[in-house]
């Protein structure tokens, strides 16, 4: 019984795994929309368990993703190149 119990934990863990690995914005562009247009939409897309990427876009919607930042914990803030000087 606790073996059964620890495989439906387990089974739980990889399905909520699998739906945080997608963490697309999506946006239209010129285009009034609600949260509800795009549940529907999303849903739609994504009756085989996974996003089809081309129905969405097929539907007006645009995938929005942010640039990564590289980690400089020792970085200007300003931006500017603080190197070497040589006077």
Known sequence: MRAATNLIGLGLVVALAGCAADDRE???IN???TTE????????CSKS?????ECMKHRGWVAVTAP?????PYGDPYGR????RIR
């Open 26 to 28: 999506w946006m239209k």
């Open 31 to 33: 285009e009034k929309y």
């Open 37 to 44: 247009d795009f549940r529907r939409d999303y849903a739609a």
């Open 49 to 53: 368990g996974k996003l089809d990427e």
């Open 68 to 72: 990564k930042q590289a980690d400089k």
């Open 81 to 84: 190149d603080v190197g070497p």
